[in-house]
């Protein structure tokens, strides 16, 4: 199909809305999802993303941790966290190990599927 994308966002509705605007463009296969930051590791073994669209605060392992994680278990995941964070927040996320790192607004999912895309085709 498309690039393999594993959601991690606590919230039902915007992780449901995400998955809808991924699969809409076409490009895209949501090949797990969870609300969890202590399954995104397992997930990401099993299923070996291209994409991690994550929020920074999950239950369980979240925010940097789960970044670095993510980078020595799956190198070759792109990680792009979508979040409400402040400006020296975004700065952390991007020294862990982020590729991208979105706010949360309610008009910005067409811009996390343009991110994800320029980010997977990079």
Known sequence: MGYRVLLAEDTADIRDLMKLHLSVDGRFEVVAETESGDEVLELARDEQPDLLITDM?????????????????????????????????????????????????????????????ALCEA
């Open 57 to 117: 605060t999950l239950d369980g392992t979240s925010g940097v941790p789960l970044i670095q994680a993510m980078r020595r278990e799956c190198p070759g995941c792109k990680i792009l966290v979508f979040s409400g964070l402040a400006g020296s927040s975004r700065d952390t996320v991007s020294d862990a190990g982020a590729d991208g790192v979105m706010e949360k607004t309610v008009h910005s999912f067409e811009e996390v599927v343009a991110a994800a895309l």
